[in-house]
C-alpha cells in the first residue's frame, strides 16, 4: 500500500516544538557565537535554535559535546556505548542519533545490541543506564568491578559521559531538534576556537575585602497563600525534613567509592583560571578535575556562559513618567494604557529551589 | 542538598532560614511561593524524573510565567542540576563537613 504523501510528513510536523527557537541558517547560528571565524562549520540543529537567545552557553556547550565525543581517554566504541546507554534510559532520540553516528564514523558499525554485550562492555551498559535512569541505586560494587577494568580516569571519564548525556537529553526532549536527515546526519563535534572567556573583574585596590553578596531573595513577595502546585504524592510525602537530614548526615560518614585526591595531585594538571581553583576543598571536583580536568573546566564554561547570557542587556533610557515597577510589574503597550504581566525571571533563590527539587527527587544527599 | 545548603549559607541565608526553607519545600506546601516559581519547581521534579514524560502542558506553563525565551532557561538549569547529581551519585562522595564554597581561592588557602 503507497500511503499519500501528507501522512509520511505528518510524523515530522508533530514532533516539531511549537513552542522552541526556530532553527537559524546555519551561517546565521555561526556568526552569533562569540569569537566564530569567517568559516563556518556545520552545526547541529540544537545549536541553531540555541544560538540566538543563549549563544555563550551555545558556544561552550558545543565544546562540552566535542570534549565528550573525542575523549581519547576511552575507546571510541565505549565512548559511544555510554552516550547510547544514556540516550536509551532517557528515551533520547537525538542522544541515540550522536552515539550511533559517531559509532559509524569512528568504528563503521551500524549499531550495538545491549543485549548482547559480554564482560566488561556490559558492566559499563549496565552501570551507566543505571547511572542515567536511577543513579541512586547504583551499587559500591559496580564502581569497584569497573575500576578493576579501567582506570581512574576512564571511569571518572565514563561518569562525566553519563552527567553530560544527562544534563543534554534533558534538553533534546524539550527542545525536539530534528535529527539531520541531510548532509550526513548528525554534525561531527565541533572543535573551534570561540571565546569563551569571562569578563575580568574590575581591579580593586590591594587590601580590599571581597565583596559580600546581597541576601538571596526572590523579587516576587512570598508568604501570600498562592495557590499551591506543590507535590502531594507518597513518593515526595514520604520523607520527611528530618530523614532529609538523616541523609545529609549519613552523608558526610559515607565511604566514597572512588579515591579523592589531594588538592597539590590536581592542582598541576588546572589552568590558570579553572574553576575548581574556587573552591580547592570540594571532592566533586577533586574527583572530576583529578580525573578529566579539560572536560570538567569545559562544563564550569557551561554553567558560566548561561550566566553571561542572562544578565540584562543595558536598559533602554527610561521616560521620566515610565513606572518604576519590578519584574512582575506590568509591561507597557504601546498605544494601550491596558497593561500585562511582563515575564517572570529565573531568579537566584528559584535555581536554587530547584536544585534543591532535585536533589531530594533523586535522594542526592551530597 | 548538602551543597543546595552550602550554597544558600553563601548566597546570606542564616541557618534558621535554610532549614526552615528545606521544611517548606519538603512538605510539599509551596503556597508561600508566587505560580512562576512553584511551575519552575514542578517542572524540574517531573524532568528528574520521567524527562521523557514532560509535556507541552508542561512547557505551555512556562511559556505563561517565564516567555518564550525564558522558559528555556528554566529548561536549561533544570537540566544542569543533573550533570552535578551523577557525579555526586556515582561516587557516593563523602559530604564536605564545613562549608567548602565559603573557602578563598586556592591561591590563598592551599599549600
Not at chain 2, 508542561?58 to 547529581?85: I, K
Request: hydrophobic share 40%; glycine share 8%.
Amino acid at each position: 500500500m503507497i500511503l499519500p504523501a501528507w501522512l509520511l510528513v505528518l510524523p515530522m510536523i508533530a514532533q516539531t516544538q511549537p513552542l522552541a527557537p526556530a532553527p537559524l541558517g546555519n551561517a546565521e547560528a555561526w556568526s552569533l557565537l562569540p569569537g566564530a571565524t569567517a568559516s563556518p562549520k556545520r552545526l547541529p540543529s540544537w545549536a541553531r535554535m540555541l544560538a540566538k537567545s543563549m549563544p555563550r552557553a551555545t558556544a561552550a556547550m558545543l565544546r562540552l559535546d566535542a570534549l565528550t565525543r573525542t575523549n581519547p581517554s576511552l575507546s571510541p566504541r565505549l565512548r559511544c556505548l555510554v552516550r547510547l546507554a544514556v540516550a536509551e534510559a532517557n528515551h533520547s532520540e537525538y542522544g541515540r542519533a550522536i552515539a550511533l553516528a559517531d559509532l559509524k564514523e569512528w568504528t563503521g558499525a551500524e549499531g550495538i545490541e545491549p543485549l548482547k554485550l559480554a564482560g566488561a562492555e556490559k558492566q559499563v551498559w549496565d552501570f551507566c543506564h543505571q547511572l542515567a535512569l536511577e543513579a541512586q541505586h547504583t551499587t559500591d560494587q559496580q564502581v569497584k568491578n569497573l575500576l578493576a577494568e579501567f582506570s581512574e580516569p576512564q571511569v571518572v571519564a565514563m561518569v562525566l559521559m553519563v552527567a553530560h548525556g544527562s544534563f543534554q537529553d534533558r534538553l533534546f526532549l524539550p527542545l525536539r531538534p530534528q535529527v539531520e536527515a541531510d548532509g550526513g546526519g548528525v554534525p561531527p563535534p565541533v572543535l573551534a576556537s570561540l571565546d569563551l572567556r569571562s569578563p575580568q573583574p574590575t581591579a580593586k585596590k590591594t587590601g580590599d575585602k571581597p565583596a559580600t553578596p546581597a541576601p538571596a531573595k526572590s523579587p516576587v513577595p512570598e508568604g501570600r497563600g498562592y495557590e499551591n502546585l506543590g507535590p502531594s504524592d507518597p513518593l515526595w510525602a514520604g520523607k520527611k525534613l528530618n530523614d532529609l537530614m538523616q541523609g545529609m548526615e549519613k552523608q558526610k560518614g559515607r565511604k566514597g567509592r572512588i579515591r579523592i585526591p589531594e588538592w597539590k595531585e590536581v592542582e598541576p594538571r588546572l589552568d590558570a583560571t579553572s574553576s575548581l581553583r574556587k573552591w580547592p576543598r570540594v571532592a566533586w571536583g577533586l574527583v572530576a578535575f583529578g580525573g578529566q580536568p579539560e572536560m570538567a573546566d569545559a562544563w564550569f564554561t557551561c554553567v558560566e556562559m548561561f550566566r553571561l547570557d542572562g544578565l540584562p542587556a543595558k536598559p533602554p533610557a527610561v521616560k521620566a513618567n515610565d513606572d518604576k515597577g519590578g519584574e512582575a510589574k506590568p509591561a507597557a503597550t504601546p498605544g494601550n494604557s491596558t497593561r500585562k504581566p511582563g515575564p517572570a525571571s529565573l531568579d537566584r533563590m528559584i535555581q536554587a529551589d530547584m536544585f534543591w527539587v532535585v536533589t531530594r527527587a533523586l535522594d542526592c544527599f551530597y | 542538598m548538602g551543597h543546595c545548603e552550602m550554597g544558600l549559607a553563601v548566597a546570606g541565608l542564616k541557618q534558621e532560614e535554610i532549614r526552615g526553607r528545606e521544611g517548606m519545600l519538603a512538605s510539599g506546601d509551596w503556597s508561600s511561593l508566587p505560580p512562576h516559581h512553584q511551575v519552575a519547581l514542578r517542572f524540574a521534579r517531573k524532568q528528574a524524573l520521567e524527562p521523557w514524560k514532560v509535556s507541552q502542558a508542561d512547557l505551555d506553563q512556562l511559556n505563561r510565567y517565564f516567555g518564550p525565551e525564558g522558559m528555556w532557561r528554566v529548561v536549561w538549569w533544570s537540566a544542569r542540576c543533573h550533570f552535578m547529581t551523577r557525579v555526586a551519585d556515582a561516587f557516593q562522595l563523602p559530604l564536605e563537613k564545613d562549608n567548602v564554597f565559603q573557602d578563598e581561592p586556592a591561591s590563598k588557602a592551599a599549600p
